[in-house]
């Protein structure tokens, strides 16, 4: 079973930094993306920021580019935000997310973490 655990929630102030941490586990997949998404009060669920195991590639939404980073461990089983420069309109529930692909690159399976608080004041 696939199990994704967050951390690294908190309160910051505006201008400052959080590193959300994802330890995944029961996790034996080879081709797969994973990375973050997040929900604002009153908002849809957006994504943040994934990487792709294979060849390593990110993406970032608009909003984050430059303030955010994405990466893995050696091991590639904990994903990591590191988010700088934090705005109120981060503020949000984090979701650790994992998507599975195929070998014929279709969607196998999509895996969720609880979720983490991260709340920015100005």
């Known amino acids: 079973e696939v199990q994704l655990v967050e951390s690294g929630g908190g309160l910051a102030q505006a201008g400052g930094s959080l590193r959300l941490s994802c330890a995944a586990s029961?996790?034996?997949?080879?081709?797969?993306?994973i990375g973050w998404f997040r929900q604002a009060p009153g908002k849809e669920r957006e994504g943040v920021s994934c990487?792709?195991?294979?060849?390593?590639?990110?993406f970032y939404e608009d909003s984050v580019k430059g303030r955010f980073t994405i990466s893995t461990d050696d091991a590639k089983n904990t994903v990591f935000l590191q988010m700088s420069s934090l705005k109120p309109e981060d503020t949000a529930v984090y979701y650790c997310?994992?998507?599975?692909?195929?070998?014929?690159?279709?969607?196998?399976?999509?895996?969720w973490g609880q979720g983490t608080q991260v709340t920015v004041s100005s």
């Open positions: 990487i792709s195991s294979k060849e390593g590639h990110t």
């Open positions: 029961g996790f034996s997949f080879d081709d797969y993306a």
């Open positions: 997310n994992v998507v599975v692909y195929s070998p014929a690159g279709t969607r196998r399976g999509d895996y």
